[in-house]
């Protein structure tokens, strides 16, 4: 089945020490989101890639950024996580940036910061 | 300003009983998708239908009903004869076609609990 696979389902990682989370998709999709959901929270987007252009929203910080280094991958990295940053991090993909389509998610990846 | 208000943070249920989930949308956009998704205790979002702007038509899928409303800019979703496997977090959310991002905002969610 075509799916959006998302690596590890749970991660911890201390204060301060860099950490990467991974989504992979099969749908063959031109755009992958990266959505963060606090507790009991809306997910909000931090930013995505249509193909090869990354395009970050406003307010995402800096700490935040991401890799595509192919169609099928794209990578979270927290740069120097706080514990402010435990969340949720939800991985979506859709065929075009129109808002009409539907996205796709992944089952998500729940960061621990200790 | 864009914005999606689910004013029902939980609701709980006895199997079997109809249930509507609340949802309320702000935007200034005169075209845009409104989106329902389920989120089980699994984590993903799953989803469940997509409504356009232009298009008030009600909408029954099986035991699922949407009502959208432009008057009163909302898209409320009712589950008729509720079942246990319902239970999940309910987002409801907008995507404004001037965004060109294909950026979903979303409401608080809702909570249901459905119980045997």
């Known amino acids: 089945d075509a799916m959006v696979i998302q690596n590890p389902r749970y991660q911890v990682t201390q204060f301060g020490k860099p950490v990467t989370l991974s989504c992979s998709q099969t749908?063959?999709?031109?755009?992958m989101y990266w959505y963060q959901q606090k507790s009991s929270q809306a997910p909000k987007l931090l930013f995505h890639?249509?193909?090869?252009?990354?395009?970050n929203e406003a307010d995402t910080p800096d700490n935040f950024q991401s890799r595509r280094p192919n169609t099928s991958f794209c990578f979270l990295d927290i740069r120097s996580p706080g514990l402010g940053d435990a969340a949720m991090y939800l991985c979506?993909?859709?065929?075009?940036?129109?808002?009409?389509?539907?996205?796709?998610f992944g089952p998500g990846t729940r960061l621990t910061v200790l | 300003a864009q914005k999606v208000t689910q004013a029902q943070t939980e609701i709980s249920v006895v199997e079997k009983e109809d249930v509507t989930l609340d949802c309320v949308y702000e935007t200034r956009d005169t075209t845009y998708y409104l989106f329902w998704y389920k989120q089980p205790p699994s984590g993903e979002l799953v989803f469940l239908i997509r409504r356009n702007s232009f298009d008030e038509q009600n909408e029954i899928s099986g035991r699922y009903s949407w009502n959208f409303q432009k008057s009163t800019s909302s898209f409320n979703f009712t589950i008729t004869a509720s079942q246990v496997v319902d239970s999940a977090v309910y987002f409801c959310a907008l995507s404004e076609a001037l965004s060109n991002t294909g950026k979903l905002i979303f409401g608080q969610g809702t909570t249901l609990q459905v119980k045997p």
């Open positions: 890639y249509y193909d090869k252009d990354f395009n």
């Open positions: 749908l063959n999709h031109n755009v």
């Open positions: 979506a993909t859709s065929s075009s940036v129109s808002s009409y389509n539907e996205q796709f």
